[in-house]
C-alpha cells in the first residue's frame, strides 16, 4: 500500500506560479511510476502531467504544456509540478497518483493507468 500527501496548493493571482509536491511513503519510490490529474468543479478528473519512474519520459497535458513542468526526486519519495504562467482555468483540485510499474520508461496519461491516490490539493488562481 502506498499513501501519498500533496502539498503546495493556495491562492495565487494569474500570472503567478506555485509548485506542489507529493510525497509518497513506497519503501522503492523508484518503482513507481508518478502522475498528476485535476478536477474542477461540475468536470471530470483530467490528466495534467506524468512521470516514469527513470524520470527519462514526461509527458504533459496540452493545456498545461510549457507552463507545468513534473519532475522527481526519488532520493526523497516525492514527485513535484512546477506551475507557472497560472491561468483561472487552471483553478482546480490537484491529484497525485501512483502505481508500480517494470518498465522503467513507461508513463500513464489517464486515471485507469494508477492504483493509488493523495486526497488531493486545491489551487485556485484569482484575476
Known amino acids: 500500500q502506498v499513501q501519498l500527501v500533496e502539498s503546495g496548493g493556495g491562492l495565487v493571482q494569474a500570472g503567478g506560479s506555485l509548485q506542489l509536491a507529493c510525497a509518497a511513503s513506497?519503501?522503492?519510490?523508484?518503482?513507481?511510476?508518478m502522475g498528476w490529474f485535476r478536477q474542477a468543479p461540475g468536470q471530470e478528473r483530467e490528466f495534467v502531467a506524468a512521470?516514469?519512474?527513470?524520470?527519462?519520459?514526461?509527458s504533459s497535458a496540452d493545456s498545461v504544456k510549457g507552463r507545468f513542468i513534473i519532475y522527481r526526486d526519488n532520493t526523497k519519495n516525492t514527485v513535484y509540478l512546477r506551475m507557472i504562467s497560472l491561468k483561472l482555468e487552471d483553478t482546480a483540485v490537484y491529484y497525485c497518483?501512483?502505481?508500480?510499474?517494470?518498465?522503467?520508461?513507461?508513463?500513464?496519461?489517464?486515471?485507469?493507468?494508477?492504483?493509488?491516490w493523495g486526497q488531493g490539493t486545491q489551487v485556485t488562481v484569482s484575476s
Open positions: 497518483a501512483a502505481a508500480r510499474s517494470p518498465n522503467p520508461h513507461e508513463i500513464g496519461r489517464t486515471q485507469y493507468n494508477y492504483t493509488y
Open positions: 513506497a519503501r522503492t519510490f523508484s518503482d513507481y511510476r
Open positions: 512521470i516514469s519512474r527513470s524520470s527519462g519520459s514526461t
